[in-house]
């Protein structure tokens, strides 16, 4: 199985700043990465797939981007409304998520 | 619209057996792949199982396989999940969501979950 371990656990960041988290892959996965957003009492959703291609509606203050092992997703300039827990999932050989990282406020 | 709405979640005894459904809407039901996803309360996100889009491949993750079923009815455009010896360790809001554009894919609709409770 492909086990996917994301950094840090919880990241706080100030309001319009940079936000940075981390996707490592035990074993190569290509680009076959996406991250879903999950905001409290709520379905996840997905925000970027095949790595770094946003989804319909996401905006462009988020990003992904790595391949193979090591992968990333960018929120730009960080808005309250983006404080949930954000997962990233390998698809390569079948289906597994990372632990989650969960974004506050600082 | 583009919908999913999962139906059936509830408490249920050790050992127990539980169906969940998952309608679909506003999209082709019967040419993509569908999964379940659980997550326990307080933890993060589990796949659980995959059908194909046509009903005959079927994967299962480890910690359900040859107590849980997945199937579909097309007709009805609705996704199931069969649970029988259920564990407590099997609580957890379960969501059915929708493979994108390929059969092995990232999910990219998500129903809102149904709860199921597995408690004496």
């Known amino acids: 199985d492909i086990v996917m371990t994301q950094s840090p656990g919880t990241l706080s960041v100030s309001p319009g700043e940079r936000a940075t988290l981390s996707c490592r892959a035990s074993?190569?996965?290509?680009?076959?990465l996406a991250w879903y957003q999950q905001k409290p009492g709520q379905a996840p959703r997905l925000l970027i797939h095949?790595?770094?291609t946003r989804a319909t509606g996401i905006p462009a203050r988020f990003s992904g981007g790595g391949s193979g092992t090591e992968f990333t997703l960018t929120i730009s300039s960080l808005q309250s409304e983006d404080v949930a827990v954000y997962y990233c999932?390998?698809?390569?050989?079948?289906?597994?998520f990372g632990q989650g990282t969960k974004v506050e406020i600082k | 619209q583009v919908q999913l709405v999962e139906s059936g979640g509830g408490v249920v005894q050790p050992g127990g057996s539980l169906r969940l459904s998952c309608a679909a809407s506003?999209?082709?039901?019967?040419?993509?792949?569908m999964h379940w996803v659980r997550q326990a309360p307080g933890k993060g996100l589990e796949w659980v199982a995959f059908?194909?889009?046509?009903?005959?491949?079927?994967y299962y993750a480890d910690s359900v396989k040859g107590r849980f079923t997945i199937s579909r009815d097309d007709s009805k455009n609705t996704l199931y999940l069969q649970m029988n010896s259920l564990r407590a360790e099997d609580t957890a809001v379960y969501y059915c969501?929708?493979?994108?554009?390929?059969?092995?894919?990232?999910?990219?609709?998500w129903g809102q979950g149904t709860m199921v409770t597995v408690s004496s």
């Open positions: 059908i194909h889009s046509d009903g005959t491949i079927k």
């Open positions: 999932q390998q698809y390569h050989n079948w289906w597994t």
């Open positions: 969501a929708k493979g994108a554009r390929y059969s092995y894919d990232a999910f990219d609709i």
């Open positions: 095949g790595a770094s």
């Open positions: 074993q190569s996965v290509i680009t076959n």
């Open positions: 506003g999209f082709t039901f019967s040419t993509y792949a």
